[in-house]
């Protein structure tokens, strides 16, 4: 088919679903892993390991639990 909508807003992921979601089932889980480009709200209490995968040209800030940032791949 053809595309006829135009996008907007673009970024701004919000996590607050996913995040309750692990909370409330936390003991069925070992941990929880984000992988995103980091733009999103991080102001939120997660209860448990985190981990965040962030892709290379992804935002850099503080984010809770720990944090890996993805290496820009040399193109050959």
Known sequence: GKWDMQA?????T????????????????SSC?????????VDFKIHG???WIITSD???????GKTIYIGHQKQN
């Open 49 to 51: 390991d985190n981990m």
């Open 8 to 12: 907007s807003g673009r970024g701004g």
């Open 14 to 29: 919000i996590l607050q679903p996913s995040v309750d979601y692990y909370n409330a089932h936390r003991r069925d889980y």
């Open 33 to 41: 892993v984000f992988f995103t480009d980091g733009y999103c709200d």
């Open 58 to 64: 992804g935002q850099r800030q503080r984010y809770p």
